[in-house]
C-alpha cells in the first residue's frame, strides 16, 4: 500500500482493498460500520441506502461505507476531512476504537519517518537503528523487510536483504534450497560428532557394565530379568535366551536411545553403584553439549533464515555414508529440538542423493490458484512423466500415476519372473539334452524335472491371468476417469454459458445506469407539465425494478456456478425448466423423494388437461410443475433466511418447505382439475362423500403413502432430521389448504410461502406465470424483484406474517389481472372448455367398470381415488384403459371423436342478473321439464365460466411502509378490473340432431 503510507497523503478507490487488509490486520470487525461512516463525514441517507442494499452483509456494508468515502461522496472533504490514513485514524479514535488506531498510526508513522530522513525525527531514528543493528545483526533483516513494502523504498530495501544474505547466510550449514519446504545439510563434523557419541554410547555400556560385574553388591541377574519381563512383555521371550549380566545389557542397550538410557540408569540407582553413576553423568553431559550447543545452534540459525512464504517442511540431509543408526540419531534429536521450537513442522532426514525433487516456493495467497492451474493441466504432466505434484500440504497429482506405477511395476515383474522360468526352462532343457545318453540312470532325476517344469508353466499361467485382470482393472478405471473429465468437461460449458450471461446482464447494468444519468440530468430541468413528471417517475420506478431484478440475476448465476462446482463428483438430477433456467437437485433425500414412483406419477399427468388440443404450448406436467414450485419455494425461504437471520430459519426449515412445495401436487388426478369435477358429480349420484376435500388432502395421503412404500426413504428422513416424526407432520401441515393444527410459534409465516390467504404464494404465482408463457402473455411480474422486496415483520396480530411494499400494490393488482385474463383466454375458452367436458362426461360412464387394479382386486375410478395403491396408477393414460375395457357406445364415439378432434356443440348459454339466486341444478330441472324427457337429464352439461376472483372478498395481504410499520390490505387487494355478470353455458351430449333442436329451443 505504498500510496497510503505516508499519512498526509490523499487515498484512492484503488487503495480501498489495501485499507480493508490494513483494518483486518489490527482487528477491525466492521460491526460498527454505519458509525464509523458518519465520522469519516458520510450522510445518513447514505449509509441508510447501505444498510438497505446490503442488509445482514457486514464485510459488504463496510467495503461499500469506505468506497464512498474514498469517492469523496457527500462532500467528506469538509466533514471528516479529506481520506487518508490520519482522517481514518481519527474517525477509529472518535468510534472509540483505540486499540486499532493506535497500530495504524505506529505503523504509517514508522514508515513515514523511515522514508522522510531529512528531519530531525527521521535522523534520530536511523541513528538508533544503526545502533540496534550493531547489537544484533539479525534485525537488519526485520529493517529491510520494512522497506520493502513501500515502494519507495523497495529497491533499498531489496538491496540490503540481498547484501544481508551474502554475508550472514553463507556457510556449510546454512543453505537456502528452493526444494520442497526448507533443506538443511549438516556440516561433516556435526555428523561426525554423531558418530563420535555413538562409539560413546557402547563405551558407556562397556564401563558400566564392567563395574556391576565387578561390583559385590549387585543383585542377580535373576532380579534383573524379573524387572525386565515386567516392564515389556514383548521383551520376555528375549530375556528367556540371556544366560549371563553382559547379554541382559546387550538387551538393555538394544532398548535405549542415543540421547535417552534411562533404562540402564535405573538399573546403576537400584544398585546404588556409585563409580557407575559418575559414568553416566558424564555420558547425559556429553549428549546434552552436542543438543544444545551443536545441533540446536545448527537447526535454530537455519529455521530462522526460512521465509514464511514457504510450507514449514525441513528435510535435513546427511553424508550418504551415514549408516541407518545415524540417520535415526538425527532424527530423534532434531525432532525433539523443533518439538519445542515449533508446533507446525514436518521433519524429515535422508541421505544426500536418495532423491530427486523439483519444487518451487510460492506466497500461500496462491496456493488455489496455483492448484486450480496444475488440474486444468494434468495431461502436461503426464506427457512429461511427472510421478507426482505437491502444491503446499495439498497432493494434486499421484492416486492415478500411483495405480498406473503399480500396474507398470507388476507387469515388470511379470516379464522379470517368465524370462527367470524361460531361461530355467532353457537350462532344462540342455540339461535334458546331455543326459539323453544317460536316460536310464536318470530317469527319476528327469521326472523330477519334468514334474517342476510343469509347475513353473502354471505358475507362469497363473500369473499372467492375473496380469491381464489387473490390465482390465486399470482400463475400467482409465473409462471411470475419461467420463469423468467428460462430465467436467460438461460442467465448465455450463460454466462459460453462466458467465456469459452474466456478461450480458453486466452490460445492461452499465446502460441501465447510463439511462438512468441522463433521467437524473433531464430531472435537473424545469418541469413542464403533470403528465411529464408522472412519466419520469414512472421510467425511474422501472429503472430502479429493473436494477433489483439485475442484481438477484447475479446473485442467482454466481449461486449457480458455486453449485455446479460443489454437485461435481456428487449425485445430482438436471432439470431444464423454461422458468428459472437449469434447476439441480443434489440432496439425497429429494433425489430420492423425485425417483419414487408415486412423484413420477406426475409425469404422465398434464397440468392443463387437453388444453394442448387447442394450445399446443400447453403441455407441460405436473412433474415440471412441482420441481418449479421446490425451486421457487427453496429460493423463497433462503433469501428470507439470507435477509434476515434473527428469524432463525434453520437448514431442517429450507429442507421442509422445499418437500413440502416439491409433493404439493402429489395428489392431482388425471387431467387434473377435471378429475375434481368428476369426483364431485360422481359422489353427488351416488350420495357419498368424496375421498377428500381437496388436493391437497390427497397429496397429504399420497405423501404418507409414499414414506410407507419406501423404507429406504424413511430412513434417510431420520438420517437428514433430529426429530423426524415431528418435521413430517410439519410438511403435511404446510401441505394442507385448510390446517389441522395450530402454527409453530414465530414460525407462522413459513406457512404462508407455499399456500396463504392473499393468493399471492409459491403455487399460484409459479403456475400463473408458466400458463402466461403457454399464452404468450407479457406479465409485468418479476419474481425475482418480488422476493428481493419481501421481509418478515410482526404485524398487529402479535405474529410473525410475510409482508410486501405499500408502494408494489399496483404491481400484484396487475399479477390478478393477469391471471384473470388467463381464465377468459386459456382455461375457459369454449373449445376447450368442450374437451374438458367431453372427458368428464368419458369419466362419469366409464365408472361403472372396475379398471384399475388395487391390492388384491380391480376397483372403479372412483374407488381408486379411496385407495393410494390404486391411485398410483391413475394417470392421463386412463383413456386408453377406458378404451380397451368400456363398453358404453357413446363412450366410444365421444373416444373418437377426440381423436378425430371433433367437438360436442354448445346450444346456448344465460347470462345470470345481478339478483340470480339459483344453481345449475335449477336450470338442469327447468330445461327437463320444459321437454318433457327425462332421459337428456344426465347429457345435459351447466358449465359455469369463471374469471379467477372467485373468493376474493376473503383476500388479505399484511405490508410494511418505509418506516417499517405495517399494516393489511382488504378493500384495495386484488381488484377486479370488470364486473359483468359471467355466462353460463349449456351442453348436450346427443347424436339426435332433432332432440338437439328441441332441448335448444
Known sequence: MASLVPTDMLLQISDLAEVLQLLRRYGYSGVSYYNLGLFLGLSPNTMHLIEADHRGDTGRCLSECLSKWLLKADDVQKKGGRPSIYSLVSALRELGENGVAHEIDMETKLIKDMILPTNVQGEALL????????????????????LCKVTATAEIGSTITKEYRKTYCIGESIQANDANGLKIFLPMNVTSEFKMMRLKFGQTFFKVGSIMMNNPQSLSIDNIKSVLRTYDKTLRPQVAQCQDLREVLELVCDNCQLDDISMLEFFVNEFNIEEAKVVIKEYKKAIEELKEIKLNQCL?????????????????IVDKDANESTLSDVQRMSSALFKNSSQHVRLYVIRDGNSFTITCSFPLILSEQLITAALNNIDVLKENKVKRLTIGYCTVYEEIMRMKETAESFEKEVKSFQETQQKKLNVYIAENEKLTTKAIEAKHLLQEKESHLTECEEESMIIKQKAESLKEALDSKNKMLTASITESERFQAENEKLKEINKLLEEWLALFQSEKEKIKQYAEKPIVGKIEEQGREAQLATQREMEVEIKSLKR??????????????KDFLLFEDDIYGNIIIDHPLIIKIVQSRQFQRLKKISTLGYTYENKTKANYTKLQHSIGMYYFAGEYVKQLQRKQPELNITESDVLCVQIAALCFNLGVGPFSHIFGLFLKEICQKQHTEKPWDNFSEASVNMFQYMLEDNEDLMDSFRRYFNNPREDITFITELMREERKMQCIQDKEFLYEIILNESQMNVKVIDYTTRDAAVLGAKINFKWRVFLAKVYVLRCDDGKLHICFHEDDLETYNDFFSTHSRLYRDLYYVRKIRIVALMIKVMLTRADNTELIQDTNSKVTISDAARSMVAYTQLTDSVLTLIRQSVKDPLVQVLLDCLDESKFIAEIGYIIPPEDWNKNPDDLKEAIVKATGIDEIECNLIIDLVLNGYEGNETWTQYYYRDDDSTGKWTDRWAQERYHANLPWRVFFVSGDRGLIKTVQE
Not at 535454530?300 to 535435513?316: D, F, G, Q, R
Not at 442467482?556 to 463428483?569: A, F, L
Open 127 to 146: 541513528i538508533e537503528i544503526k545502533e540496534a543493528v550493531c547489537n544484533d545483526y539479525q534485525i537488519l533483516k526485520a529493517f529491510a523487510e520494512i
Open 300 to 316: 535454530n540459525e537455519t529455521v530462522s533464515y526460512a521465509s514464511p512464504l514457504k510450507c514449514e517442511i525441513i528435510t535435513i
Open 556 to 569: 442467482e448465476i454466481k449461486q449457480k456456478d458455486d453449485k455446479i462446482k460443489e454437485v461435481q463428483g
